[in-house]
């Protein structure tokens, strides 16, 4: 969706709050003087809500292949956060593989979420404390989960900056 859509989107729920609103009391201070233009502007935002969520998102693709466009070749939306660390990049990953359930903040709580409040035995949704991570991955490799790349997003020596892996 492009920027088109999204404006379309916002504009159409703000019209489907103020028909909402319009339908109980009109509000005769923005041109809404009965009921019945009330609902015809909520009507109104439906339809154009409708018109926008139907836009088409842009495909993309990534022109270098890397390890995730096996799984993902081509997408629709993308997000990208950055955040310089002054360590060695295997010292990077090696904290990365060793951290803990407990040490993830709110990792209880979302995996309390995902299980729908349900107690459960010691598994990957419901780790006991101070677990050892290698115990965590093997689980959740038997249960089905995969192990992708483990390489830096700028690998080989290449140095990342805001506009992607630039080669040194």
Known sequence: MNLAGTILIYLALAAIFLGAVSVVRPLTWIGITSRPHG???LLSGVVVFLIGVSLPAPE????EH???DDFVPAYQFAESHTIRIAAPRERVFAT???VT???ITFFRTLTWIRRFGRPGADAILNPPPKRADPEQRQEAQARGFQSTARTGICARGNQFS???CIQR
């Not at 993309?60 to 022109?63: C, L, V």
């Open 39 to 41: 609902v015809a502007v």
């Open 60 to 63: 993309k693709r990534i022109a």
């Open 66 to 68: 890397k390890t995730i």
């Open 96 to 98: 990365i593989r060793d």
């Open 101 to 103: 359930a407990e040490e």
């Open 162 to 164: 805001r506009r992607g």
